[in-house]
């Protein structure tokens, strides 16, 4: 089992958003990606979620921002009125859980590392998975001899990653929508019948 916790963090005011909002978001059935606070129209906090298995809707931002506004109103660290903004990780989405290099191997990822790790800083390539603490991206070969190569990292040097728009990334993400709107029809169409 992959650990499922966030292990990007964010720093300063995002933090301490996120850590009040994060508990807020888990009893509501959804999972925190990212905060980020910008001086945007005032000031802007932007959240990102999604449910457990990588999807969110229109509704589901709804009530996300109905369930942490109020909490948000009496935070007192954010001076004078502010603009919520609450999203889906889009497709080409941040990579925050050990479990996102899992769910979404074979598909190209950007990599930033906090520091030189094996003389690199930074990685794209196609994610090959996460296991024992360390993610796998398959990389160009830096030998002419070598079409590919794996490099492992430790998660805990990761600074920051997302998914890279490809065609194939597009595909995947029509058919998890599809599969799970057929889901959410044969439910509904379920509860119709009881």
Not at 166 to 181: F, V, Y
Request: charged share 30%; net charge negative; with cysteine.
């Amino acid at each position: 089992m992959v650990d499922d916790d966030r292990f990007l963090k964010e720093t300063g005011l995002a933090g301490e958003i996120a850590a009040i909002i994060e508990p807020i978001l888990s009893e509501q059935g959804f999972r925190l990606v990212r905060v980020h606070v910008s001086g945007r129209n005032g000031v802007t906090v932007q959240i990102m979620a999604e449910r457990p298995d990588g999807t969110i809707t229109i509704a589901d931002c709804a009530t996300i921002s109905r369930g942490i506004s109020p909490v948000l109103d009496a935070y007192e660290s954010i001076q004078g009125s502010y603009h919520l903004e609450v999203s889906s990780p889009g497709i080409d989405r941040p990579l925050v859980r050990a479990s996102d290099f899992v769910s979404w191997s074979g598909h190209e990822a950007r990599i930033e590392l906090k520091q030189l790790y094996e003389g690199r800083r930074k990685l794209r390539g196609r994610l090959a998975g996460c296991e024992g603490g360390e993610i796998a991206v398959e990389v160009e070969g830096a030998l002419p001899t070598a079409d590919r190569l794996t490099v492992k990292v430790p998660i805990a040097l990761v600074h920051a990653a997302r998914l890279v728009l490809s065609d194939d990334l597009i595909a995947e993400d029509l058919r998890r929508n599809s599969k799970r709107r057929a889901q959410e029809e044969a439910r509904l169409a379920a509860d119709d019948s009881d």
